[in-house]
């Protein structure tokens, strides 16, 4: 489902580059495995942020092979503004396994800032659990009061865990903010 709403993302984009970003983003399948495959493909520019090195390097490596000289992956920390410095604003953000792993209060401030980081129209794509209490419908309004407009909600597949959300922003991109933090993880990181 995500990469479905990647995909979507790609194919409404204007003509001309692309910024993407994606945060927490794992071995990078959801960007990586798209763009690829994507008729946008020299269009993208764009970094993935992951903290666990080895899951860092398999998606270089599946950059690498894919042939995407323009998507960056980094091995560092994704909490901060500062992992979007010199990509922000973005044209589509990628905020997947995060919601589940931080507090509602992060969840709000993060959705909160997101104007900072995207471009106008941009489209965030976000992931979380609908285990009790399902915060999902809360954070879709959350998204409204930011100045997002939904694109896309789709519940779990079966057998699956996590919805998958897509909004697009409405409201005037704002300056990034070297330093904000946008949330902060709990626990294991057992959530999504």
């Given at each position: 489902?995500?990469?479905?709403?990647?995909?979507?993302?790609?194919?409404?984009?204007?003509?001309?580059?692309?910024?993407?970003?994606?945060?927490?983003?794992?071995?990078?399948?959801?960007?990586?495995?798209?763009?690829?495959?994507?008729?946008?493909?020299?269009?993208?520019?764009?970094?993935?942020?992951?903290?666990?090195?080895?899951?860092?390097?398999?998606?270089?490596?599946?950059?690498?092979?894919?042939?995407?000289?323009?998507?960056?992956?980094?091995?560092?920390?994704?909490?901060?503004?500062?992992?979007?410095?010199?990509?922000?604003?973005?044209?589509?953000?990628?905020l997947c396994g995060i919601f589940g792993n931080v507090s509602n209060a992060d969840v709000r401030a993060c959705i909160a800032q997101l104007p900072t980081v995207c471009a106008a129209?941009?489209?965030?794509?976000?992931?979380?659990?609908?285990?009790?209490?399902?915060?999902?419908?809360?954070?879709?309004?959350?998204?409204?009061?930011?100045?997002?407009?939904?694109?896309?909600?789709?519940?779990?597949?079966?057998?699956?865990?996590?919805?998958?959300?897509?909004?697009?922003?409405?409201?005037?991109?704002?300056?990034?903010?070297a330093g904000t933090r946008l949330f902060t993880f709990l626990g294991d990181g057992a959530g999504a």
């Amino acid at each position: 489902m995500v990469q479905d709403q990647v995909r979507a993302a790609l194919d409404h984009a204007p003509p001309g580059p692309i910024s993407v970003a994606s945060l927490c983003a794992g071995r990078g399948h959801d960007v990586v495995d798209v763009v690829a495959a994507h008729p946008r493909r020299t269009d993208v520019r764009g970094r993935l942020v992951e903290f666990e090195p080895t899951l860092t390097e398999h998606a270089r490596q599946a950059a690498l092979t894919a042939g995407l000289d323009g998507v960056e992956i980094v091995t560092g920390d994704a909490s901060t503004t500062d992992a979007l410095a010199g990509i922000a604003p973005v044209d589509l953000l990628l905020l997947c396994g995060i919601f589940g792993n931080v507090s509602n209060a992060d969840v709000r401030a993060c959705i909160a800032q997101l104007p900072t980081v995207c471009a106008a129209e941009a489209v965030v794509v976000w992931t979380r659990h609908r285990r009790p209490p399902d915060l999902t419908p809360t954070i879709r309004d959350w998204f409204a009061q930011a100045g997002f407009d939904e694109l896309w909600f789709g519940l779990p597949e079966p057998g699956g865990v996590s919805t998958v959300g897509a909004h697009r922003m409405t409201t005037a991109p704002q300056p990034l903010v070297a330093g904000t933090r946008l949330f902060t993880f709990l626990g294991d990181g057992a959530g999504a």
